[in-house]
């Protein structure tokens, strides 16, 4: 099997391409070789269960390679909990010793950017952190090089994957949307970058839920704790919108509301919630999606999903979704609005 060291891995052509959706790409063979760079809490409660949970469900499908943090105990914890073959606490040497296919980076957000360049400039398809980098520049230089050398790269706004999320979607099919509010709300978070680093998750699952955005109006309330912010929207299929960030509202939850002629649809996010969606036409009640008890909440959530989506796009030969170019407006109209 290839080196992840080579140019280019065994599953992808160096074609040149416009974007990386019409790449040139051949499907790899199972088993895919799967590292993880990260063993903090957010990995261990979400990513690496998901890849061990994948594995169980697809036999043969992945092999759980390695696990790298520079807690070298924590590494090799991790790798003992959840099935890995080997840890590491360096990356290089993971990367040049372990023959991956593929890597999930799970890095503070402040190491997203270079972590993600070093992967991308190594031919290795990678699943990265959001936000992709701290700054608009770093963001759009990941898509950038992942675009230019062929590389498959998701980022990790794994609402776009919430089992709810995707129910609502498919309920509402060709239905037209008039109205749309989407709201985040924490506990009590007053860190100065909750709205661009946390609530980037209910912004862009707006727009995985009403489509592009035509224009943007941010308001911000100073006062209490932390500032709250609403922003006033109009999408490009003509539907009005509201998103709401209130970081030290007492309750860890993601919801939205969608409207049109005669029908409405409430969804409440796997993160902070049961993770469920409901449907009104003409008062009544007509869907209803609902997790069976004992779902874990990194199933509720959407990285599940998300892993899913990682390895099958690279066994199938295909981009994943989300792209960094994919991703792009959203954090273009967030962050330059907030």
């Known amino acids: 099997m290839p080196s992840a060291r080579s140019s280019w891995p065994r599953c992808w052509s160096s074609c040149k391409a416009a974007s990386l959706e019409s790449l040139c790409m051949t499907a790899l063979k199972p088993p895919l070789r799967m590292g993880v760079i990260g063993a903090g809490a957010h990995s261990r409660e979400n990513h690496l269960p998901s890849l061990a949970l994948y594995q169980r469900e697809h036999p ?3 092999a759980l390679v390695a696990v790298c943090d520079l807690d070298a105990g924590r590494a090799s914890r991790a790798a003992a909990q959840f099935g890995f073959e080997k840890s590491y606490f360096s990356i290089d040497t993971m990367l040049d010793e372990a023959r991956l296919d593929a890597c999930v980076a799970v890095t503070p957000m402040e190491f997203t950017a270079e972590c993600a360049l070093r992967l991308i400039a190594r031919g290795l398809p990678c699943l990265i952190e959001k936000p992709p980098g701290v700054t608009l520049e770093q963001a759009r230089a990941i898509a950038a090089a992942a675009e230019n050398r062929g590389v498959p790269v998701m980022v990790s706004l794994n609402r776009r994957h919430d089992p709810a999320l995707l ?7 060709e239905r037209r949307i008039r109205y749309v509010r989407s709201v985040i709300s924490r506990a009590r978070r007053r860190e100065e970058g909750f709205v661009r680093n946390t609530a980037i998750h209910a912004f862009d699952a707006m727009r995985a839920l009403a489509g592009e955005i035509g224009s943007s109006r941010f308001e911000w309330q100073e006062e209490g704790e932390a500032p709250w912010v609403v922003a006033r ?8 919108g509201t998103f709401e960030a209130l970081p030290t509202a007492g309750a860890n939850q993601e919801r939205h ?4 002629d005669g029908w409405r649809l409430e969804i409440r996010g796997g993160y902070g919630d049961a993770g469920e969606a409901v449907a009104f036409e003409d008062r009544a009640e007509v869907f209803r999606f ?12 959407g990285s599940h999903g998300e892993t899913r989506e990682f390895v099958t796009s690279l066994l199938e030969g295909r981009a994943p979704y989300p792209t960094p170019a994919q991703t792009l407006p959203s954090l273009e109209t967030l962050w330059q609005g907030a």
Do not use: D, K, M
């Open 60 to 62: 043969g499908q992945v």
């Open 290 to 301: 609902s997790h069976p008890p004992g779902t874990p909440a990194f199933v509720r959530n």
């Open 257 to 260: 509301e969608l409207y049109g």
């Open 167 to 173: 129910a609502a979607v498919r309920w509402r099919s």
């Open 233 to 240: 929207l109009v999408f490009e299929c003509g539907a009005l």
